[in-house]
């Protein structure tokens, strides 16, 4: 059965994606199997009040554009971002995975398991948006009806950094302690949520906004309002 991919391509793509563009070049078999490709620029990808359902492929070859991503990280902390990069030297795969990439699309690599590993990170996203859209049906008002512990600020920003491809490593240097002692604390909130996870605090997160930090929170809570205006 084929998939349905439906992605967004940063605007500086365009021209690798273009029909012109050559073939059989690394992009080109990631290329037909998209289904349909919309391109956006980065104001409109980190614009506030919007929530980012789609995969993203974002190109990564300066720190100027590694901090974009990150900045549309912060933003968007569940959504994936692929980074395409051109890279011999390994430098910026290194900044797109810190600025929170969920995987590299590296086009100085001919190598067809960089199409695998896309395709299977699209796989992934699109069921578990399907698993969410599911639950959200059956559940309904249900997770908004179940109260839930106010957690300080700290933790709030805690919750972001998880609902991020961050290491532990980088989220305990973020924090200022130990690895050792941030796994504690994770665990101690995940008890506190009820989550066994990273990814049952992401599906938590996609329903009660409220445990984002504030400003993020606040955010996303004016969607609804924005749209219908």
């Not at 994770?186 to 996609?206: F, H, K, N, P």
């Amino acid at each position: 059965m084929h998939d349905q991919f439906h992605v967004l391509i940063h605007s500086g793509l365009k021209d690798r994606f273009h029909p012109d563009a050559p073939a059989e070049s690394p992009l080109d078999a990631l290329r037909r199997g998209f289904d349909r490709i919309d391109f956006v620029h980065h104001e409109d990808l980190a614009a506030p009040g919007g929530v980012l359902n789609l995969p993203v492929l974002y190109p990564v070859t300066s720190e100027f554009q590694a901090e974009e991503l990150r900045t549309l990280r912060v933003r968007h902390p569940l959504a994936l971002l692929i980074a395409v990069t051109q890279d011999v030297s390994g430098h910026h795969t290194y900044y797109a995975i810190r600025s929170g990439a969920n995987c590299v699309f590296n086009l100085a690599i001919a190598d067809e398991s960089q199409i695998s590993m896309v395709q299977a990170q699209l796989r992934a996203h699109a069921a578990a948006n399907a698993a969410a859209s599911a639950r959200a049906d059956a559940k309904g008002p249900l997770p908004r009806s179940i109260p839930m512990p106010r957690l300080p600020e700290p933790d709030r920003q805690l919750v972001r950094d998880l609902c991020t491809a961050t290491t532990v490593s980088e989220i305990a240097r973020r924090h200022y302690c130990s690895e050792r002692s941030m796994y504690r604390r994770i665990r101690r909130l995940y008890d506190l949520l009820g989550v066994r996870g990273r990814a049952e605090l992401m599906t938590l997160v996609s329903f009660r906004s409220e445990l984002l930090p504030t400003r993020q929170a606040r955010e996303v809570q004016e969607v609804p309002h924005r749209q219908a205006s």
